[in-house]
């Protein structure tokens, strides 16, 4: 049996994720009102956030919680011109 049986015939090519957004956008909580929003932000959104600042020319302080965090990085996406989707 051919490990490719499974795959199939169209010309288009396999794609991850959705091309559109899913779910209910009603579902989803404002960060400000998340249980764990006054927990320190994430090593990953640490991350994230310093490189869209930079890109951004802004600074923002190291001690943000992760709801601050999540905020901060969306109005940058939407700024830079990123996507707004998704929590953070």
């Known amino acids: 049996m051919s490990t490719h049986e499974n795959q199939t015939t169209t010309d288009e090519p396999e794609m991850l994720g959705a091309t559109e957004p899913t779910g209910d956008p009603a579902l989803?909580?404002?960060?400000?009102?998340w249980v764990s929003g006054d927990d320190p932000m994430t090593e990953s959104q640490k991350s994230y956030l310093d490189t869209l600042a930079r890109q951004a020319g802004e600074e923002l302080p190291a001690t943000l919680n992760k709801a601050e965090a999540s905020q901060h990085i969306d109005r940058l996406r939407t700024a830079l011109g990123g996507d707004d989707g998704g929590q953070h």
């Open 28 to 33: 989803e909580k404002d960060p400000a009102d």
